[in-house]
């Protein structure tokens, strides 16, 4: 954000409150705290609201005007900033004020309204403020999950009325505890704490906070996943010539070790598109329509209780929605597509994230969701940010309206379309990766009505997190632009041949094309994170976006591919087929299960192959607990052996040489771990749990597949600090049978976790990754035409009964009577007559194990 021109204000407290030239707020800052959850770019509005209501004579309000943010004169000095409006169609005149205050922790944001006509007015005001009130990595991380550890105590006072006070719950660094109070100083009559209470879900359609239209806030407490506090201000009527002036008072404490209670109270004493545009949301369809677009069957739909229809099942595997269905639901609906074969990391795959609500793609990424992203991501479900990721705007008349919620949005597991039905014109939109090059395509087509004018922008992250670091970007003549990460970015860093392109399917379709200056109605380059495309009056038009590994040079011949391939219409990537159907039953459960396996399928291929979610954009890695749960259960259920073998062996590769904080401590695994380049990021400490899952998964594997010679596989370890590979291997058959011979001792005060050393020293081995072989004489036939990707073979004889084992795990571990091992993912457990199954116990200590079944 260095190059957004902010004009910042601060105090001797530590306090900082920066704005965009726009008048929008951008921060409220504490040295490292962030007080406010949102950072809007430079050519959008916060989340941070500020209205005034007028009322003629019912308890409803007749309508509303912002007092603050973009659209406003507006300006700025070292110690207040200022706005200046008359809302049209009203006679007031209104300045807005914020000043820090000039020693204490604290701000107020005052209104002064002029009634300049000839009648009584009678008014009030809404303020709105978004709360993050933590580290601003913790809150920028992800603003639903910081949203939840805010402890928000709504009060009533005798004098101020209702009062918000918010306290962070999680300590940050320095163990601090962020505190907020928000008043109004002349008394607030209702007040909320969730911008799901403000804004309300049918957000996305009406683009309208659903406050301004309410008799009152509701006044009530919800801890959910949008942290604002909300106060209306008490009513009042203005004379004619009357003037009046309400002030809404916010106090700050850096740590507050107490939760907060009532005596707490005593702490009070440019425009762009994105700011002006109206939306273009999709009329609700008729029967026709329904039948036109999808024609044929539908299954399972749903309706409401007008009978209208809410969401359905067509084709193959298609989900589509409503618009009614979108602005009911309190989850987005939305899709995560990536290109290429989506059975394993691959640090060449473009992905990206698209929602019904008009977000055609975000959080595009080469290989990493989280570092090596081209468009930013989503942080608000309700469509508050209007600029984040790929959007499109279509000129209606002189204006351009954005498109927002359609009138029908249906998801394939390869593809998602958008269907808008507008006052003069059908327009359908739809986005899918490709399967051989890391690419995707966004097709815009006019199917009914005139041809159009779009508009299609992107707000670029070029890195992780938006705003964090400048990238570059280099417009071609031939209609497309060239994007690389800022040079002090994670991706930069690592992966420095890393470059990205947008680019029109056919230049010809193009009017202009640049950055953020064709945003702005003044057409002035303010150097903002944007590109954008605007097209001439079309029929249809397509962009494409791509990245590469192979430096800006290979940009030019990437590109040509994409648009060759988007001419040549070829199919788009898509997830594993599931492996099964339940086709054909009249039973109505199993038909609804049949409709989620394609869906069960494409979230598990997405969850391993490229980790992150729509709400929980973040990951890029693999949770140890998590793949080996999951995807593993569900790549045995499809016979998909070789890919669970891949899976173990990267897991077993990842535990750790020695404990992270003492080399004399066996090691165990990471809660979760990046892949190269970036395994050097991960977290070396894990829950208790964790150490048990890969030994139970390992078991899974061993039973459905009888690959037995597996536990004759060499794999390596991790040196925790730094995490790195460790270059040795050993194999489990060769420590088990050694330590069989040699039993280690059985308390768990004295045991020693004798194969776990630092990888510096020469021996014994580091700890076995797993068990040990199966008993002499157990079949095992790996395929020969492919190695390490095993056949299934006859099952051999299983233990006998007296033993008390699992088929799989007496396959694993030597037969009764049962020798004692040491195990450095477990605690001690006493030896029992026979093999009956040891539980697990919390990792940390030195640990043996006896019996058979880990």
Same mark, same amino acid.
């Given at each position: ?5 902010l004009?910042e ?6 306090l ?45 309000p ?15 000095d070292d110690?207040t ?24 922790p604290?701000?107020?944001w ?21 709360l993050?009130?933590?580290d601003?990595?913790a ?8 949203s ?10 005798a004098?101020?009325g ?6 962070q ?18 008394g ?17 359609l009406?683009?309208?906070?659903a406050?301004?239209?309410l008799?009152a ?10 942290a604002l506090g ?13 003037a009046?002036?309400?002030t809404?008072?916010a ?8 939760a907060s ?15 002006r ?15 036109a ?10 309706t ?15 989900h589509v ?34 929602y019904?609500?008009g ?17 930013s ?10 600029a ?11 204006d351009?309206r ?12 390869g593809? +998602?379309?958008?269907?808008?039905? &507008?006052?003069?014109? %059908?327009i359908? $939109? !739809?986005?899918?990766?490709? /399967?051989?090059? =890391? @690419?995707?395509f ?7 009505g005139p ?6 922008t ?5 890195g ?7 990238g ?10 060239a ?11 690592h992966?420095?041949a ?13 009017a202009?094309y640049g950055?953020?200056e064709?945003?702005?109605?003044d057409g002035?380059?303010?150097h ?10 079309v ?9 590469? +590994?192979?430096?800006?040079?290979? &940009?030019?011949?990437? %590109?040509?591919? $994409? !648009?060759?391939?988007?001419? /040549?219409?070829? =199919? @788009? ?20 299960l ?5 869906w ?23 949770g ?18 070789a890919?669970?073998?891949r ?10 040489a020695?404990h992270p904080?003492?080399?004399a ?15 050097f ?7 208790g ?15 459905a ?22 270059g ?8 088990i049978?050694?330590?069989a ?6 308390s ?45 073979p006859?099952?051999p ?8 084992c ?11 009577p049962?020798?004692?091992a ?18 697990t116990?919390?990792?940390g ?10």
């Amino acid at each position: 954000a260095a190059d957004f021109q902010l004009a910042e204000l601060a105090a001797a407290s530590g306090l900082r409150a920066q704005f965009l030239p726009s008048g929008a707020l951008f921060a409220l800052r504490h040295h490292e705290t962030m007080i406010n959850q949102l950072l809007p770019g430079p050519a959008e509005d916060g989340l941070f609201r500020l209205f005034v209501r007028w009322f003629d004579g019912s308890s409803a309000p007749a309508g509303c005007a912002p007092l603050a943010g973009p659209g406003f004169a507006f300006g700025a000095d070292d110690r207040t900033a200022t706005w200046r409006s008359t809302p049209a169609g009203r006679a007031l005149d209104c300045t807005t004020t914020f000043r820090l205050h000039p020693q204490k922790p604290a701000w107020a944001w005052r209104v002064q309204i002029r009634n300049t006509g000839a009648t009584p007015q009678t008014i009030d005001l809404l303020h709105a403020q978004d709360l993050g009130l933590a580290d601003e990595a913790a809150v920028r991380n992800n603003e639903a999950y910081a949203s939840q550890y805010l402890d928000l105590l709504p009060l009533a006072d005798a004098h101020l009325g209702h009062v918000i006070l918010a306290r962070q719950n999680q300590p940050m660094a320095g163990g601090r505890r962020p505190w907020l109070a928000l008043a109004c100083a002349q008394g607030a009559a209702a007040c909320c704490t969730d911008g799901w209470q403000f804004f309300g879900s049918d957000h996305r359609l009406t683009g309208e906070p659903a406050a301004v239209r309410l008799p009152a806030l509701p006044s009530r407490r919800l801890q959910y996943e949008f942290a604002l506090g909300g106060l209306q201000s008490r009513p009042f009527t203005l004379a004619p010539g009357a003037a009046a002036e309400i002030t809404f008072i916010a106090a700050y404490a850096e740590d507050h070790p107490a939760a907060s209670s009532a005596a707490d109270v005593a702490a009070l004493g440019g425009d762009t598109l994105f700011t002006r545009a109206g939306w273009a949301h999709g009329r609700t369809p008729s029967t026709a329509d329904w039948s036109a677009w999808f024609p044929g069957p539908r299954r399972q739909q749903e309706t409401d209780g007008d009978g209208r229809l809410l969401s359905f099942f067509h084709g193959r595997d298609t989900h589509v929605v409503s618009r009614d269905k979108e602005a009911l639901v309190a989850r987005p609906h939305g899709h995560i597509l990536r290109s290429g074969d989506s059975g394993w990391i691959d640090d060449r795959q473009f992905g990206l994230t698209c929602y019904a609500a008009g977000i055609f793609g975000a959080q595009s990424y080469l290989g990493n969701p989280s570092l090596a992203r081209l468009l930013s991501v989503v942080r608000n479900h309700l469509n508050v940010a209007r600029a984040s990721g790929q959007r499109i705007f279509v000129r209606s008349g002189p204006d351009w309206r954005q498109l927002g919620v359609p009138s029908a949005f249906a998801m394939e597991p390869g593809a +998602v379309r958008w269907i808008y039905r &507008l006052t003069d014109r %059908v327009i359908e $939109a !739809r986005v899918w990766c490709s /399967a051989g090059e =890391p @690419a995707s395509f966004l097709e815009i087509k006019v199917t009914s009505g005139p041809a159009a004018e779009f508009l299609v922008t992107h707000q670029l992250a070029l890195g992780a997190q938006e705003f964090e670091c400048a990238g570059e970007i280099e417009l071609h003549d031939d209609g497309w632009i060239a994007a690389r990460p800022g040079a002090e970015s994670l991706a930069a860093k690592h992966l420095p041949a890393t470059a990205f392109a947008l680019a029109a399917a056919d230049a010809a379709d193009l009017a202009a094309y640049g950055g953020d200056e064709l945003l702005y109605f003044d057409g002035t380059v303010r150097h903002g994170p944007y590109a954008a495309f605007r097209t001439k009056a079309v029929a249809g038009c397509a962009f494409i976006m791509l990245g590469t +590994v192979q430096g800006r040079a290979a &940009l030019p011949a990437a %590109v040509a591919r $994409a !648009r060759a391939e988007y001419a /040549a219409t070829l =199919p @788009a990537a898509r997830p594993p087929a599931p492996p099964l159907r339940l086709r054909g039953t009249t039973d109505a459960g199993t038909a609804r299960l049949d409709e989620i396996l394609p869906w069960f399928t494409h979230n598990a291929a997405i969850h391993l192959s490229a980790p992150h979610g729509l709400e929980q954009y973040g990951g890029a890695a693999w949770g140890v607990r998590d793949v080996t749960q999951g995807s593993v259960e569900w790549l045995l259920a499809a016979g998909e052996f070789a890919t669970v073998r891949r899976i173990l062996t990267t897991v077993f590769e990842q535990q750790y040489a020695h404990h992270p904080k003492d080399p004399a401590v066996a090691g165990c695994w990471p809660q979760w771990f990046m892949f190269p380049p970036f395994r050097f990021i991960q977290q070396t400490h894990s829950h208790g749990d964790v150490c048990f899952w890969p030994v139970k998964a390992l078991c899974d594997y061993l039973e459905a597949s009888n690959d037995l010679a597996f536990l004759r596989t060499e794999t390596g370890y991790t040196a925790p600090v730094p995490p790195t590979a460790c270059g040795r291997t050993a194999t489990a058959s060769s420590i088990i049978a050694r330590r069989a011979s040699s039993p280690a001792p059985r308390s768990s005060t004295t045991a020693t976790a004798t194969g776990t050393t630092p990888c510096s020293r020469p021996t014994p081995p580091c700890a076995p990754a797993w068990s040990a072989p199966g008993p002499s004489g157990s079949p095992t036939t790996p395929s020969a035409s492919s190695p390490g990707s095993p056949a299934r073979p006859a099952r051999p004889p299983g233990p006998s009964a007296s033993s008390g084992c699992s088929s799989a795990c007496a396959r694993i571990l030597p037969a009764s009577p049962c020798p004692t091992a040491s195990w450095p993912a477990f605690s001690s457990m006493s030896p029992t007559a026979g093999c009956a199954r040891s539980s697990t116990r919390r990792t940390g200590s030195p640990a043996s194990a006896t019996g058979c079944c880990p």
